[in-house]
């Protein structure tokens, strides 16, 4: 399938000295970016936040506690950018995508209290991937996209929108 890789880079803004590398792989079937969560990686600015106390850190110190920051943020974005663990990524992708949704409301049910979506949002996801008509896996992943793109908070459409491969894992587990 026809497709591309990229990376989410984001950095904590309230204090918190963190930053993240994500990948996310969109494939032409939806246009949709499907963000492999559990494949991030997740640091503390080294750099900014050396322990405080009795030792006083050089300037050599903290400027190699930053390189491997960088160094730490380019190897995951070559890894993520690699075309071995995109192929990986879609094969996984696809022998989940295709498992058919036996028990719909129960099934949502589960992947919506796993991923703490409201009852709201549950019942909004149900409509989307009933109109969607794919009782698949694929389709509970489509229906979750697609109900993101009509919220109205942009962080909450981008919440819901990065848990769309951890629900369509959690669906394919609930039918085993």
Known sequence: ???????????????HGNFSVTPQITVQVCDNGMTFTRDAMREVHLGARLAEGVIRWSGQTQHANLELVINQARDAV???LDTSYVQAKIAEVETEAGIPVRDVEATLEFVGKQLRFTTEQQNTILNHFIDGGDRSCRGLTHALTSTAQTLADADEAYDMERHG???????ASFQR
């Open 165 to 171: 491969v951890r629900a369509m894992t959690l669906a």
């Open 1 to 15: 399938r026809a497709g591309y890789a990229e990376v989410l880079i984001s950095n904590s803004e309230t204090g």
């Open 78 to 80: 070559t890894t993520f």
